[in-house]
């Protein structure tokens, strides 16, 4: 089992910057992925970005350059700092864990992530 809480969200005018995070506890964190995930109202769940478990990245094309993600494995954490935001990144953002073992891939997809925190809002304002 492994347990994600997302923290930091909340309310930014455009161009703004924002950092969130998640603390993982249950298992190894060292040893698994860690995506972002956010969902808008009225669509559906999109990939942000991930990072493996010895942080490499993958970022969607809507937030590169914007989005950075890190991981601290001491402290159980993955951040996911947010600059130039816009208005239509506002969204819940959740974080999750892929422990597919031995694998190095990085997954963009909802499915291949075991397991999720309840979500931070993030709203942009213009």
């Known amino acids: 089992q492994v347990q994600l809480v997302e923290s930091g969200g909340g309310l930014v005018q455009a161009g703004g910057s924002l950092r969130v995070s998640c603390a993982a506890s249950?298992?190894?964190?060292?040893?698994?992925?860690m995506g972002w995930f956010r969902q808008a109202p009225g669509k559906e769940r999109e990939f942000v970005v991930a990072?493996?478990?010895?942080?490499?990245?993958y970022y969607a094309d809507s937030v590169k350059g914007r989005f950075t993600i890190s991981r601290d494995n001491a402290k159980n954490t993955v951040y996911l700092q947010m600059n130039s935001l816009k208005p239509e990144d506002t969204a819940v953002y959740y974080c999750?864990?892929?422990?597919?073992?031995?694998?190095?891939?990085?997954?963009?997809?909802?499915?291949?992530?075991?397991?999720w925190g309840q979500g931070t809002q993030v709203t942009v304002s213009s």
């Open positions: 990072i493996n478990r010895i942080g490499g990245t």
């Open positions: 249950g298992r190894t964190f060292s040893s698994y992925a």
């Open positions: 999750a864990a892929d422990l597919a073992p031995g694998t190095l891939r990085i997954r963009d997809y909802a499915g291949a992530y075991d397991y």
